[in-house]
């Protein structure tokens, strides 16, 4: 005897197939459509945020990263829905999932969010010559976990954000201009006035010296070798390095030429005259005695 199940079987699996088609073609079109909102929206973003000038373009690259993964997260959770998975045990997984995570990677998360701020309140940009926890270098790069510095030595330092933050920042780029401190010693026996003006003369004979903010020139200190002359003048940011080993230079030929001395400790030998030889007296020889 045969048994012909074919006919039963076949509209039960052909049911099943049409359910779980339409349902996989649904989610196809929903990842579909999902995936390009969010990179239409992700780009968007990120368009309009290098149009603000307050937004650096670092941080409109991540910000429209978020939006893009937020945007798949959610397509994601409708696609599983869409295949009966439970999505609410699920999101807690995650979210229990990003607390581990956060807490483990929390100094990289707190680099990101020094990252953020440094975009957003700018206290430095790209090309600027800086003074980073305690280090000096121009500001080659600029992310969300490092400040990179170039210093004058061609050498690359990584500033973590976090250290960049939390301590005083030094911007030498902003106003365009530097102040450059010099300290010149003098005798005391030599004239501070001559000095200064021979000082001056030399700065106000560089184009480089800005007239504005004026020079200042003052007595600085009284040392225990020299009169300390300090020198104020500003100068182009780009200018800075050159002009000040120039000023050491020609201040120092022009005090050779004045005739003004620039102490430094040395040993001075002192002869008062010829001064005769002395010899300790010499004791006779005992004579011998007759008993």
């Known amino acids: 005897m045969t048994v012909d199940i074919a006919?039963?079987?076949?509209?039960?699996?052909?049911?099943?197939?049409i359910v779980w088609g339409l349902q996989i073609l649904y989610a196809?079109?929903?990842?579909?459509?999902?995936?390009?909102?969010?990179?239409?929206?992700?780009?968007?973003a990120r368009r309009q945020a290098a149009k603000h000038p307050r937004i650096d373009e670092t941080l409109g690259s991540f910000l429209a990263l978020v939006i893009r993964y937020v945007i798949i997260a959610f397509v994601v959770i409708a696609v599983l829905q869409k295949f009966g998975v439970q999505t609410a045990s699920l999101v807690a997984a995650l979210g229990a999932g990003a607390l581990a995570i956060g807490l483990a990677l929390q100094g990289t998360l707190g680099n990101v969010a020094s990252g953020i701020m440094i975009a957003f309140m700018r206290p430095y940009r790209i090309g600027d010559f800086v003074e980073v926890n305690g280090l000096e270098g121009q500001v080659v790069d600029l992310d969300l976990f490092f400040t990179q510095l170039e210093t004058l030595d061609d050498k690359r330092i990584y500033v973590p954000n976090t250290q960049a933050v939390s301590n005083?920042?030094?911007?030498?780029?902003?106003?365009?201009i530097r102040r450059c401190i010099l300290?010149?010693?003098?005798?005391?026996?030599?004239?501070?006035?001559?000095?200064?003006?021979?000082?001056?003369?030399?700065?106000?004979?560089?184009?480089?010296?800005?007239?504005?903010?004026?020079?200042?020139?003052?007595v600085d200190n009284l040392?225990?070798?020299?009169?300390?002359?300090?020198?104020?003048?500003w100068t182009s940011i780009d200018d800075y390095f050159q002009y000040r080993a120039d000023m050491?230079?020609?201040?120092?030929?022009?005090?050779?030429?004045?005739?003004?001395?620039i102490p430094y400790p040395h040993g001075v030998e002192i002869s008062k005259g010829e001064i005769e030889l002395r010899m300790p007296p010499i004791k006779p020889p005992s004579q011998p005695q007759n008993i």
């Open 7 to 17: 006919p039963a079987v076949t509209p039960q699996l052909v049911n099943t197939a």
């Open 248 to 261: 050491l230079q020609w201040v120092k030929e022009a005090f050779d030429r004045e005739g003004i001395d």
């Open 168 to 176: 005083p920042i030094v911007n030498f780029s902003r106003e365009g």
């Open 183 to 218: 300290l010149f010693g003098i005798g005391y026996d030599d004239d501070i006035d001559k000095a200064a003006k021979a000082v001056r003369d030399v700065l106000m004979a560089d184009p480089r010296t800005r007239t504005e903010p004026p020079i200042w020139i003052g």
């Open 28 to 44: 196809g079109v929903i990842l579909a459509a999902g995936l390009w909102l969010a990179f239409f929206i992700s780009n968007a």
């Open 223 to 233: 040392g225990e070798y020299s009169v300390d002359i300090s020198v104020r003048a």
